[in-house]
């Protein structure tokens, strides 16, 4: 949020795609580090040669929702972000019901109930925190909902894909990796043109605004590609989203140091929405 709302404006997508360069290095190291020199090599073949696309689709949302990730950052606080992006767990609940066959209790329904409620609470204490900070706190909204619409439907894939025998995990990051890189530069043709004419790309133009401190956000979003495949592996999508608590109130209380705005009552009574969601769901 800090690195959106200073300095000189940075594009969400060059930024999207030097995240999945800073993968790759990252990728690398862990398989080093956990197979050794000899397993790179057959992980390498394994990800070239068996199935190579049948990770095209889920790297395609994946890269959507990187790119929205760092857009709704623009018009919404980082902690109202992260309890309206709890709406994943909605979607997930449905495509879990459909993809794997998991079918849902009553008091699982009742606890997406109370996450809808939740992130309606969360939205409106946003909307009115808006007009004192600036940005566009419903498209920031809307945003972040789709989002977690994209991220929750190839989690469930890459879930099922993760747990079928014989695949290995290396080589399915290794091919999701590279079709997010794909995908985000595709995205990011339509920026190369400018007033009808192909806009000059530069390293000048390209890197405008990325400093040290959204080079941080990247490395910290790189990450991820060892961390939500090893959850989904050795647990599961649900189990994912139970981590999101601690970090929601780490953030809010981080939010209200810097910037001295204590969260209105709106914001308190969603997160408690929120909260009581999931540990009802887990329940």
Not at 38 to 54: V, W
Not at 55 to 82: D, E, K, R, T
Not at 100 to 124: D, E, H, N, P, W
Not at 172 to 183: A, H, S
């Amino acid at each position: 949020r800090y690195t959106r709302m200073s300095g000189v404006p940075y594009s969400a997508t060059t930024a999207a795609i030097l995240g999945e360069v800073v993968k790759i290095p990252v990728l690398f190291v862990a398989i080093l580090i956990f197979e050794g020199w000899s397993g790179l090599r057959p992980i390498l073949k394994e990800a070239f040669t068996k199935s190579p696309f049948s990770l095209a689709l889920p790297g395609l949302a994946y890269s959507a929702q990187n790119i929205l990730y760092f857009m709704a950052l623009s018009h919404l606080s980082v902690a109202s972000y992260q309890l309206i992006s709890q709406s994943k767990l909605l979607f997930t609940g449905f495509f879990m019901s459909i993809m794997l066959k998991k079918r849902l209790s009553g008091r699982q329904y009742a606890a997406l109930i109370l996450l809808m409620c939740g992130t309606v609470f969360t939205q409106l204490s946003e909307m009115s925190r808006s007009a004192s900070t600036g940005g566009n706190a419903l498209y920031g909204g809307m945003l972040t909902l789709l989002g977690a619409a994209l991220s929750a439907l190839p989690n469930v894939y890459y879930e099922k894909v993760l747990k079928t025998d014989g695949e290995n995990q290396w080589a399915k990051n290794i091919q999701l990796t590279f079709w997010i890189w794909v995908w985000l530069l595709v995205i990011s043709v339509p920026s190369l043109f400018h007033s009808g004419s192909i806009q000059q790309m530069t390293p000048s133009n390209m890197f405008a605004g990325i400093t040290g401190w959204v080079w941080l956000v990247i490395g910290l979003q790189s990450l991820k590609c060892l961390l939500i495949p090893a959850t989904l592996k050795y647990a599961d999508n649900i189990m994912y989203a139970f981590a999101k608590p601690s970090s929601i109130l780490v953030t809010a209380f981080c939010t209200a140091a810097i910037t001295k705005m204590l969260p209105n009552s709106q914001f308190i009574i969603g997160s408690v929405f929120v909260f009581a969601s999931m540990w009802l769901y887990g329940s």
